[in-house]
């Protein structure tokens, strides 16, 4: 029986035994504190050892499993200096966010949340929000690759804690091909290859990868190859792949692919894997640029920091309705990038909302690692563990869904007409919704942003197991009487 009333209410009531009831049955119905002083500070900082071959080169991998993420450094002596201007900027931030949640900031305020856009493909200079030009290093060109700003909207699941508002950050909507949170990061990084003089770029990610699928369809956009590892079964590594889901849109853009285990994966890590492609194409003469997984070095890191001044632009002009600030901020972890830029910026802007990261993949005190290693290398001289909560959403593992996340992912799409990818969104409101039913008083009255980063081809991966879950459809019977009186006229255009 379909959930979906008649009356076609986003927020109708749900069959008892569906995810969404059983999340919310019990219900009946931020930030920390700056550091006091140099010497908590200086238990709170760590220093910068990122190792590049270029300003923007990051080799930290998902698959390093701690031999890639740096360790702690610096001096007391560097601690009491950044916090000299942490506590400054703090204050100052503070004053500004007074105003800016008061929605009265003055027009030259408003003037430096703004960023013109340029024509779709052309290259322009990069000018940074005004609370991030103290970062290190600052990009100095991007790509316009992504269709900005995308949306926000009120997003209406039932049985959410006591006054606790939901809104959608729709970032599934930056693009056709090109949807999704990668596109973000690739508009930096991609201008940090065509800088270098790179004719090809190479990547990694799963079988299914929206990063590698947005990869190879920007590279294509500006005339690059791309070179795609992809990890899968033992049992297939040496088959075709076929054209499923991103495999399909992948291949008709003539990316290569290159196929390994997940155990070769887990053996060696993505750097080695990727070094290995490097070395591969230099010998035959080319020029390639290595993206890390999903995008996810401190340059990239820049698409989410943009990502917040484009929050803050669309809060201040009134853009999402009746709310002038939000207390949260939500979205899928799984390679960090993404984590990282939404946590920094948000702590350096007005923004200043709790950040949740539901990791779909590794562990939190993993990500606490790999993302406090991207905001070394831009000199953020802040904690990662102070401006973002990880929580583990990965449940059977990444890329495995259970019963219960895809009957979540199908009910919320019936409701709302919001469909969230399995592998990353699906998993993360699945992660928060378990949370607000466990904890509904931290919810309770909150307004909420949720970051949906995209991934609708990965989709095609599930049907299989989708399709005992839907079965919405049946044989349309026509009276015979219709038929003998049928006069033939109708027309298969």
Same mark, same amino acid.
């Given at each position: 029986?379909?959930?979906?009333?008649?009356?076609?209410?986003?927020?109708?009531?749900?069959?008892?035994?569906?995810?969404?009831?059983?999340?919310?049955?019990?219900?009946?119905?931020?930030?920390?504190?700056?550091?006091?002083?140099?010497?908590?500070?200086?238990?709170?900082?760590?220093?910068?050892?990122?190792?590049?071959?270029?300003?923007?080169?990051?080799?930290?991998?998902?698959?390093?499993?701690?031999?890639?993420?740096?360790?702690?450094?610096?001096?007391?002596?560097?601690?009491?200096?950044?916090?000299?201007?942490?506590?400054?900027?703090?204050?100052?931030?503070g004053?500004?966010?007074?105003?800016?949640?008061?929605?009265?900031?003055?027009?030259?305020?408003?003037?430096?949340?703004?960023?013109?856009?340029?024509?779709?493909?052309?290259?322009?200079?990069?000018?940074?929000?005004?609370?991030?030009?103290?970062?290190?290093?600052?990009?100095?060109?991007?790509?316009?690759?992504?269709?900005?700003?995308?949306?926000?909207?009120?997003?209406?699941?039932?049985?959410?804690?006591?006054?606790?508002?939901?809104?959608?950050?729709?970032?599934d909507?930056?693009?056709?091909?090109?949807?999704?949170?990668? =596109?973000?990061?690739?508009?930096?990084?991609? #201008?940090d290859?065509?800088?270098?003089?790179?004719?090809?770029?190479?990547?990694?990610?799963?079988?299914?990868?929206n990063?590698?699928?947005?990869? #190879? =369809?920007?590279?294509?956009?500006?005339?690059?190859?791309?070179?795609?590892i992809?990890?899968?079964?033992?049992?297939?590594?040496?088959?075709?792949?076929?054209?499923?889901?991103?495999?399909?849109?992948?291949?008709?853009?003539?990316?290569?692919?290159?196929?390994?285990?997940? %155990?070769?994966?887990?053996?060696?890590?993505?750097?080695?894997?990727?070094?290995?492609?490097?070395?591969?194409?230099?010998?035959?003469g080319?020029?390639?640029?290595?993206?890390?997984?999903?995008?996810?070095?401190?340059?990239?890191?820049?698409?989410?920091? %943009?990502?917040?001044?484009? =929050?803050?632009?669309?809060?201040?002009?009134?853009?999402?309705?009746?709310?002038?600030?939000?207390?949260?901020?939500?979205?899928?972890?799984?390679?960090?990038?993404?984590?990282?830029?939404?946590?920094?910026?948000?702590?350096?802007?007005? =923004?200043?909302?709790?950040?949740?990261?539901?990791?779909?993949?590794d562990?939190?005190?993993?990500?606490?690692?790999?993302?406090?290693?991207?905001?070394?290398?831009?000199?953020?001289?802040?904690?990662?563990?102070?401006?973002?909560?990880?929580?583990?959403?990965?449940?059977?593992?990444?890329?495995?869904?259970?019963? %219960?996340?895809?009957?979540?992912?199908?009910?919320?799409?019936?409701?709302?007409?919001?469909?969230?990818?399995?592998?990353?969104?699906?998993?993360?409101?699945?992660?928060?919704?378990?949370?607000?039913?466990?904890?509904?008083?931290?919810?309770?009255?909150?307004?909420?942003?949720?970051i949906?980063?995209?991934?609708?081809?990965?989709?095609?991966?599930?049907?299989?197991?989708?399709?005992?879950?839907?079965?919405?459809w049946?044989?349309?019977?026509?009276?015979?009487?219709?038929?003998?009186?049928?006069?033939?006229?109708?027309?298969?255009?």
């Amino acid at each position: 029986m379909a959930l979906m009333p008649s009356s076609l209410s986003p927020v109708a009531d749900l069959s008892r035994s569906s995810p969404l009831s059983l999340h919310f049955s019990s219900i009946s119905g931020g930030n920390s504190a700056p550091p006091a002083s140099p010497e908590q500070f200086a238990s709170l900082v760590w220093g910068s050892k990122l190792p590049s071959s270029s300003p923007f080169r990051s080799q930290f991998s998902v698959a390093g499993r701690g031999s890639d993420i740096p360790h702690r450094a610096g001096t007391s002596v560097q601690a009491a200096q950044h916090w000299s201007f942490h506590k400054e900027s703090r204050e100052r931030r503070g004053a500004e966010a007074m105003g800016s949640r008061a929605g009265v900031l003055e027009t030259e305020e408003l003037e430096e949340v703004s960023m013109e856009r340029q024509p779709m493909l052309s290259k322009a200079p990069y000018v940074p929000p005004s609370w991030a030009t103290h970062l290190h290093a600052i990009p100095s060109h991007f790509y316009s690759l992504a269709q900005l700003p995308t949306p926000i909207h009120r997003w209406k699941l039932p049985r959410l804690p006591n006054g606790t508002e939901i809104f959608l950050k729709r970032d599934d909507l930056s693009g056709m091909q090109l949807s999704g949170n990668k =596109i973000r990061k690739l508009e930096f990084l991609l #201008a940090d290859a065509k800088a270098q003089g790179a004719d090809c770029v190479i990547t990694i990610g799963g079988i299914q990868s929206n990063h590698c699928r947005a990869t #190879a =369809i920007a590279a294509r956009y500006l005339n690059m190859d791309c070179y795609l590892i992809l990890r899968t079964n033992w049992t297939l590594v040496n088959e075709d792949p076929g054209l499923m889901g991103n495999l399909l849109v992948e291949r008709l853009v003539g990316a290569h692919v290159e196929l390994v285990s997940k %155990e070769e994966y887990i053996q060696l890590g993505s750097i080695v894997l990727g070094d290995l492609m490097l070395e591969k194409l230099r010998a035959k003469g080319r020029n390639p640029y290595l993206i890390p997984v999903g995008g996810s070095n401190s340059l990239g890191t820049w698409g989410y920091v %943009e990502a917040v001044r484009e =929050i803050e632009q669309q809060l201040v002009q009134g853009k999402v309705e009746g709310i002038s600030a939000f207390d949260d901020i939500v979205m899928a972890c799984g390679s960090g990038g993404t984590t990282a830029g939404l946590a920094l910026g948000s702590h350096l802007s007005t =923004i200043r909302a709790k950040v949740h990261a539901y990791a779909v993949c590794d562990d939190p005190e993993y990500f606490y690692d790999y993302v406090q290693g991207l905001l070394d290398g831009l000199n953020a001289g802040v904690n990662s563990r102070d401006i973002v909560q990880v929580v583990n959403a990965k449940g059977l593992g990444y890329a495995l869904s259970t019963t %219960e996340e895809l009957k979540l992912v199908q009910e919320v799409s019936e409701l709302t007409g919001v469909i969230l990818d399995p592998v990353y969104s699906g998993k993360a409101l699945n992660g928060m919704l378990k949370d607000m039913t466990e904890n509904p008083a931290v919810w309770e009255g909150r307004k909420v942003l949720f970051i949906h980063t995209g991934g609708l081809l990965g989709m095609y991966d599930k049907v299989n197991q989708l399709g005992p879950l839907i079965s919405n459809w049946e044989r349309l019977r026509i009276p015979e009487s219709f038929l003998k009186n049928g006069d033939g006229c109708g027309k298969m255009f």
